[in-house]
């Protein structure tokens, strides 16, 4: 068996000083593991959920063999080369609001990674991190699953630019990033999500609450570099709409300003026109 030490330039998680630095008293989280190799993180803590888990579930995986992203993708990996991370929530807001809990993981991510990367972050909408507007960082994907919710996150930390599973994507050492160790960049990950699920249980699921300054959306709008341009919308059953992205509305919709009215969307693939 090859050593995880074999390539030192991805070397394993060290899951028990996570498990200390993230896990215990006042934390959301409530238990951490790393596995070696799973199919997909969401699925083994959807079953996780199933089974009666409590909120604060996280799994990460050093490799994902059927890895999924939005819309039935598929997200892959070189072995020690991301971060593929899987959280359990159960929130306790009515579950009209559970949608913008994807979009809450968007900027958490943005707002964690921002300052120690020194990149610029932004979100796609719904919620593709990228670099300096274009480049693909990370992708969300949550799945409700019976009175939970399941997020997943997959994060290109060491992915060279041989190994990119489509153009566009990037990764932190791409880009340059100050920091490319993947433990510092998940416990900064899961601080400020946790951080950010607490104030949205609290606001009781209002994405403007407690004020439309410290709201949910009000920081999705700051760091959604849809807002404002050009788009091309993929949406399903085959439609495309073009227009320009004006804002998100309180159920975290994309509005969408054509020739013939506003649209609000729920869900599409979202291309920036140049």
């Not at 199919?39 to 799994?59: F, H, I, K, M, Y």
Request: proline share 5%; glycine share 12%; net charge neutral.
């Amino acid at each position: 068996m090859t050593s995880p030490w074999a390539d030192l330039e991805r070397p394993p998680l060290r899951a028990a000083a996570l498990r200390t630095a993230l896990v215990g008293a006042g934390s959301l989280w409530s238990d951490l593991r790393v596995v070696a190799s799973t199919g997909s993180t969401n699925a083994d803590v959807a079953a996780a959920a199933r089974g009666g888990a409590p909120e604060g579930q996280v799994l990460v995986a050093e490799e994902q063999t059927a890895g999924r992203g939005r819309a039935g993708r598929t997200w892959s990996a070189p072995l020690r080369s991301g971060l593929a991370i899987s959280v359990l929530l159960r929130p306790s807001v009515p579950r009209e609001s559970w949608g913008w809990l994807p979009l809450l993981v968007g900027v958490s991510v943005t707002a964690a990674l921002r300052a120690p990367t020194g990149l610029d972050l932004g979100l796609k909408w719904p919620n593709d991190v990228l670099v300096d507007g274009e480049r693909k960082l990370a992708g969300v994907l949550a799945e409700v699953v019976d009175d939970a919710v399941v997020v997943g996150l997959g994060l290109n930390v060491s992915v060279r630019r041989a190994e990119l599973p489509v153009a566009g994507a990037t990764s932190l050492v791409l880009e340059g990033s100050e920091v490319t160790d993947r433990d510092p960049v998940l416990r900064a990950v899961l601080r400020e999500l946790d951080r950010r699920y607490r104030a949205f249980l609290t606001a009781g699921g209002d994405p403007d609450g407690p004020t439309e300054a410290t709201g949910l959306r009000s920081a999705y709008r700051t760091a959604c570099v849809t807002l404002g341009r050009q788009v091309r919308v993929e949406l399903p059953g085959g439609r495309t709409l073009e227009g320009e992205a004006t804002d998100v509305d309180r159920s975290g919709r994309l509005l969408v300003r054509t020739g013939a009215g506003v649209h609000a969307l729920a869900a599409g693939d979202v291309v920036h026109v140049r």
